[in-house]
């Protein structure tokens, strides 16, 4: 890639970043530029992610070189594909449950062995494992342990809808959603926390753009979008004035 | 019609979902054979199914230019964006790096158009967040307090002027704000996460059986 590549690829970004971030000032024109540009950038990057890393080696190759056996293994699925198209013919749309079916199978089929071993049994592992050796711990892991099973167990209470929650039940329930609290809140800090440290990426982007090497792109950028915003502003105005006149 | 439309489609879901269920407890070579298939199978699907979501978003946007609705113009921009990715994969033959180490014309789409418009979007959102938190942040009950807290630990425990605030109010606990956190994502979050998680798979796996014995079928449709 040569260097005027690399440069104008930092005045494209930069005009994509501030593009969007000028949507914090308001709607406008340039934002709506970017977040189009993006819905159809994603779905070109998805699709070429689809094509090369599915298409070519799981259907294409398979049909130009394969056995006859690893043909047939490759149109079953293609047909099954296929038919999920049906859906825009509204005729022949129920064609299309072959495909979805056959995803819902599957999926199911998966979804019970994969739920019951990562997210149940190794769950409920995780809480009853350290009082196998209970009195051989710290008094600290003691606590720990002994929080992390209250609270599972009134977490599941809270959601355990078949008994009335009234009396001892109501107060169990109650301490479990203290404990759904702090992870919700915990949750929320590190989304914070993720979403600010994407901001930090983007400034420090701009940052670097706007140095020498990259032609100055973020400071010309930013200063033609402020230019548009003030005269925008002050057509607004004067034609406000006239039509008050 | 009927066995075409409903009984076909419901065995189809009831023979995949059990002998996939089934062969994830068989320890057989034959059973890994057939989930390697099966896994392969389920990537070809789902790519038609992406080109289902793919159809569908460009017959829309072509339904607003055809119709002139207001901003028709930029639905014009959902193809360019489209074309300025997937014309450089064609030409770089889907890779992002030469062999000589340097970048395709994919990478250089990836890294000067999709990435910072996929980085700048999220992280947008933060500011949003500030003002979703200052709305879930109003102190209204003693639940709502110890969600501030929690989260109010985690945020400010990892900037420079939390760790000195922490010093300032806690520093005679010798306890650090890295130890706080680890303590509070450890063990208080780590029940509320297990109650939820071992509530979700137990919905997960009954939602599962539901539909492979063919008791829900809402995504059949209707007819």
């Known amino acids: 890639m040569s260097e005027g590549m690399i440069i104008f690829g930092a005045w494209v970004a930069a005009a994509l970043t501030l593009f969007l971030f000028s949507f914090l000032y308001k709607d406008n024109p340039f934002f709506k530029v970017a977040e189009h540009l993006f819905i159809g950038a994603g779905m070109g990057w998805y699709f070429q992610t689809v094509y090369y890393k599915i298409m070519v080696p799981k259907i294409l190759e398979p049909l130009n070189s394969g056995t006859g056996f690893e043909i047939a293994m490759v149109i079953i699925p293609s047909i099954l594909g296929l038919s999920?198209?049906?859906?825009?013919?509204?005729?022949?749309?129920?064609?299309?449950?072959?495909?979805?079916?056959?995803?819902?199978?599957?999926?199911?089929?998966?979804?019970?062995?994969?739920?019951?071993?990562?997210?149940?049994?190794?769950?409920?592992?995780?809480?009853?494992?350290?009082?196998?050796?209970?009195?051989?711990?710290?008094?600290?892991?003691?606590?720990?342990?002994?929080?992390?099973?209250?609270?599972?167990?009134?977490?599941?209470?809270?959601?355990?809808?078949?008994?009335?929650?009234?009396?001892?039940?109501?107060?169990?329930?109650?301490?479990?959603?203290?404990?759904?609290?702090?992870?919700?809140?915990?949750?929320?800090?590190?989304?914070?926390?993720?979403?600010?440290?994407?901001?930090?990426?983007?400034?420090?982007?701009?940052?670097?753009?706007?140095?020498?090497?990259?032609?100055?792109?973020?400071?010309?950028?930013?200063?033609?979008?402020?230019?548009?915003?003030?005269?925008?502003?002050?057509?607004?105005?004067?034609?406000?004035?006239?039509?008050?006149? | 019609m009927k066995l075409f439309k409903k009984q076909i489609p419901l065995a189809i879901v009831f023979v995949f979902g059990l002998v996939t269920l089934a062969s994830y407890y068989v320890p057989h070579r034959t059973s890994e054979e057939y989930l390697d298939v099966m896994n392969s199978w389920e990537n070809i699907v789902s790519a038609f199914g992406f080109f289902l979501g793919l159809i569908s978003l460009f017959y829309a946007h072509y339904n607003k230019i055809k119709r002139k609705v207001d901003g028709w113009g930029y639905s014009l921009f959902v193809y360019i964006g489209f074309l300025l990715m997937v014309i450089p994969a064609v030409y770089s033959n889907g890779k992002q790096i030469n062999p000589d180490a340097s970048i395709t014309w994919l990478g250089w789409a990836y890294r000067y158009i999709y990435n910072p418009l996929q980085a700048t979007m999220f992280s947008i959102l933060a500011f949003y967040i500030i003002s979703t938190a200052y709305r879930s942040f109003r102190i209204k009950s003693l639940q709502a307090f110890v969600l501030f807290v929690a989260a109010f630990i985690l945020i400010l425990g990892r900037i420079p002027v939390g760790q000195m605030i922490w010093d300032q109010l806690f520093g005679f606990t010798k306890v650090t704000t890295g130890q706080a956190i680890d303590w509070v994502i450890g063990v208080p979050s780590t029940a509320g996460k297990r109650g939820i998680m071992i509530g979700v798979a137990i919905g997960a796996i009954v939602t599962s059986l539901k539909i492979i014995f063919g008791i829900e079928r809402q995504y059949m449709g209707k007819d």
């Not at chain 1, 993720?194 to 400071?219: E, H, I, M, Q, W």
Request: charged content about 10%.
């Open chain 1, 84 to 245: 999920l198209i049906t859906q825009f013919i509204p005729k022949i749309s129920w064609i299309s449950r072959y495909g979805f079916t056959f995803l819902m199978g599957y999926s199911a089929g998966m979804a019970i062995p994969v739920g019951l071993a990562t997210d149940f049994m190794n769950q409920v592992l995780g809480t009853i494992e350290p009082f196998a050796n209970f009195f051989s711990l710290s008094g600290f892991e003691m606590f720990n342990a002994l929080i992390i099973a209250i609270g599972t167990v009134c977490v599941l209470f809270y959601f355990f809808f078949s008994v009335e929650h009234k009396g001892v039940g109501k107060k169990v329930s109650n301490i479990g959603i203290y404990f759904l609290m702090v992870y919700f809140g915990a949750s929320f800090g590190n989304t914070v926390m993720a979403r600010f440290s994407l901001l930090y990426g983007r400034f420090d982007t701009l940052v670097n753009y706007s140095s020498a090497k990259y032609l100055y792109a973020t400071s010309w950028i930013a200063a033609g979008l402020t230019l548009f915003f003030v005269a925008e502003k002050l057509v607004k105005t004067l034609t406000k004035a006239e039509s008050a006149e």
